[in-house]
């Protein structure tokens, strides 16, 4: 009998305990193995209460979304509104509190158009566009719908228009626009205060004479006044007297030229806003479209 104090006993011993210890370890694997663990068996129940959602469910979440992107679009418009119409309201009030914040140069430029009656104009278009978007969105009328619908496509179809003529019949709105204004300058220039004050202002902004040049003052009421005079800003020395002959030396250039020229430097700023804008009224006619011909399957 080996003694368990010699070196050979205590190897014996040493692999009857590991191999006690492998057994018990083989046992518990097997157990493991067999039993199902508890977050399985939770996973398997929870995956068998869950239940898909059906087109009709999934078509209203849509629905209920692009809803409230309408309402809150259009209240943003709505907002954007009643502030231009505060703003109106204020500088035709209160003109000179507004235009001290401008400085010098707006100031003279605010004269060239009543900016509270623009303002004010802008502000009750975007205010009834914002009730009409956010009553038919909300109270899911497609008559206040459709109404929407039209107007922004009518307002993007003029844009549109416009800056087809702009582009492509330049010569055209010049024509319109020179049919307008040299009868103002011939006849009103010099005797009515607004259309003084508003061709000295652009025409000392824009450093131009005139619409075309110094030659729409020709033969004008404000010559005869003058005796033979035409305006300061025609001639290169902006100081009076300017005689037709130093006006014609000076060949200031015409003030649509000048504004034409103004609005090619900063073309990717016109462009960029009018793009912008015009993405906008898109989105709006897509929507309230959308809403309109979902709104029978909603009821139904």
Sequence with gaps: MVSALSPFGSRVTEIIFIFSNLQTLKW???????????????????????????????KMGCFTFVKLMMVL???????????????????????????????????????????????????????????????????ESKCLLLTFFSIILIIFIAEVAAGVVALAYASFAEGILRAWATPALQNDYGSEPVVTSTWNTTMTEL????????????????????????????????????????????????????????????????????????????AAMIVSMYLFCHLDGRVS
Excluded: M
């Design 207 to 282: 450093k131009c004479c005139g619409f075309t040049n110094y030659t729409d003052f020709l033969g004008s009421s404000f010559e005869k006044q003058t005796g033979g005079s035409l305006p300061p800003d025609c001639c290169l020395t902006r100081s009076a007297p300017c005689s037709p002959g130093e006006a014609e030396s000076s060949n200031v250039q015409g003030c649509f030229q000048q504004i034409l020229e103004t609005l090619k430097k900063h073309a990717n700023i016109v462009g960029g806003i009018a793009a912008g804008v015009g993405v906008l009224e898109l």
């Design 73 to 139: 679009f259009n209240l943003l418009i709505f907002l954007g509104g009643l502030t231009l119409v505060a703003l109106g309201i204020w500088v035709s009030v209160d003109g000179s509190s507004f235009l001290k914040l401008l400085g010098p140069f707006s100031i003279q430029a605010l004269q060239v158009i009543n900016v509270g009656f623009f303002c004010i104009a802008i502000g009750i278009v975007l205010v009834l566009l914002g009730l009409l978007g956010c009553c038919g969105a909300h109270k």
């Design 28 to 58: 518990q694997t097997l157990n493991l193995c067999q039993c199902e663990p508890a977050g399985v068996r939770a996973a398997t129940l929870h995956l068998n209460h869950i239940h898909l959602l059906s087109p009709s469910q999934i």
